[in-house]
């Protein structure tokens, strides 16, 4: 059970620094309103991720 909270903490950290690389690429080609649409809807994103990685690791 171990390993899978390592596997899942993994992904969680993968998908946020994908995001994070994601927004910063969108930011470039979307118009500024969308841009910080995408940036505020990631961020909601993250902090999802980061609660779902502490309840994994009660």
């Given at each position: 059970?171990?390993?899978e909270?390592?596997?899942?903490?993994?992904?969680?950290?993968?998908?946020?620094?994908?995001?994070?690389?994601?927004v910063d690429?969108?930011?470039?080609?979307?118009?500024?309103?969308?841009?910080?649409?995408?940036?505020?809807?990631?961020?909601?994103?993250v902090l999802?991720?980061?609660?779902?990685?502490?309840?994994?690791?009660?």
């Amino acid at each position: 059970m171990v390993d899978e909270k390592n596997e899942v903490e993994k992904l969680i950290d993968n998908m946020i620094s994908s995001g994070d690389e994601l927004v910063d690429n969108l930011k470039v080609v979307l118009p500024d309103s969308l841009a910080e649409s995408v940036a505020l809807f990631h961020e909601s994103n993250v902090l999802n991720l980061k609660k779902i990685r502490a309840f994994l690791n009660k």
